[in-house]
C-alpha cells in the first residue's frame, strides 16, 4: 500500500532561516513519482517538483533544494533564507501505478510553515 | 501554458441538494481524476477516470458520488444528496497517457454544505 508521512505538522521559523521539511514514503513499486506542492491560503496547489524512482539526484532551484534517498524512502525538501511569503502548507505526494495502473496520488498530511518576520 | 480549469470557484448549497462540480481538463490529456480536501486536512484520492470509465475510486467515492465526460472537454463531478461532511475543496486533475508524466491539478472548487 502506498504511503506518505510528513510528520511535522506545523513549522515555525523567523525570514532568513533555513527550514527542512522532511517526507517519507511507502510503496511496493519500483516505478514511481514523489512530488511537493504548496499550497497557499488561497487554496491552489502549486507544484514545485516532481523526481522519479530512477533519478537520486538532488535537485536545487533558487532557494529550494530537495534530497531524495531512496535507501531510507525520504524526500526532504529544504528552504533557504525563508522569507515571509513562504508561508504556506507544504504537501510530499507519491504517484505509482498501484493495481490499475492509474497513477492516482497519495498526499501526505501536510506541514503548515510559518516564516516570521 | 496550457492549464486545467474548474467551475465554479465557489458554491455553497443546501444539505441534501443535487451539486455539480465542473472541470475542463487539458486538451491532449486522457486520464481525469478528481480529489478532495476537507478544510485543514490532506488532499484525499476521490476517483481516477479513463477511457470513459472509471479506473479507481477510493472508499469515500461511494453510491452519492458520479463522474462522467458528457462532451469529450468537460470532465463533471456530480454529488447526488448532499451532505454537511461533503464541504471541502475539490481538486479536478489531469494527465497524459505517459507513466512519466505529472499530474496537472485545477485551482479547485470550494463546497460548503449548510
Known amino acids: 500500500a502506498q504511503k506518505v508521512t510528513q510528520a511535522q505538522t506545523e513549522i515555525s521559523v523567523v525570514e532568513k532561516e533555513d527550514v527542512t521539511l522532511d517526507c517519507v514514503y511507502e510503496?511496493?513499486?519500483?516505478?514511481?513519482?514523489l512530488f511537493w506542492y504548496k499550497q497557499p491560503p488561497s487554496g491552489e496547489l502549486v507544484f514545485l517538483i516532481r523526481r522519479n524512482s530512477f533519478d537520486e539526484q538532488n535537485e536545487i532551484s533558487g532557494r529550494y533544494s530537495w534530497n531524495f534517498q531512496k535507501s531510507t524512502s525520504s524526500f526532504n525538501f529544504t528552504i533557504t533564507a525563508s522569507q515571509v511569503v513562504d508561508s504556506a502548507v507544504y504537501f510530499c505526494?507519491?504517484?505509482?501505478?498501484?493495481?490499475?495502473?492509474?497513477?492516482?496520488?497519495?498526499f501526505g498530511a501536510g506541514t503548515r510553515l510559518f516564516v516570521k518576520a | 501554458e496550457p492549464e486545467v480549469t474548474q467551475t465554479p470557484s465557489h458554491q455553497v448549497t443546501q444539505m441534501g441538494q443535487e451539486v455539480i462540480l465542473r472541470c475542463v481538463p487539458i486538451?491532449?490529456?486522457?486520464?481525469f481524476y478528481w480529489y478532495r480536501q476537507i478544510l485543514g486536512q490532506k488532499v484525499e484520492f476521490l476517483v481516477s477516470?479513463?477511457?470513459?470509465?472509471?479506473?479507481?475510486k477510493s472508499e469515500i467515492f461511494d453510491d452519492q458520488f458520479s463522474v462522467e465526460r458528457p462532451d469529450g472537454s468537460n470532465f463533471t463531478l456530480k454529488i447526488r444528496s448532499t451532505k454537511l461532511e461533503d464541504s471541502a475543496m475539490y481538486f479536478c486533475?489531469?494527465?497524459?497517457?505517459?507513466?512519466?508524466?505529472?499530474?496537472?491539478f485545477g485551482p479547485g472548487t470550494r463546497l460548503l454544505v449548510l
Open positions: 510503496t511496493r513499486d519500483t516505478t514511481y513519482y
Open positions: 486533475a489531469s494527465r497524459t497517457s505517459g507513466v512519466q508524466e505529472t499530474q496537472y
Open positions: 477516470f479513463y477511457n470513459n470509465e472509471i479506473s479507481e
Open positions: 486538451s491532449n490529456h486522457l486520464y
Open positions: 505526494a507519491l504517484s505509482d501505478l498501484g493495481n490499475t495502473g492509474g497513477f492516482k496520488t497519495i
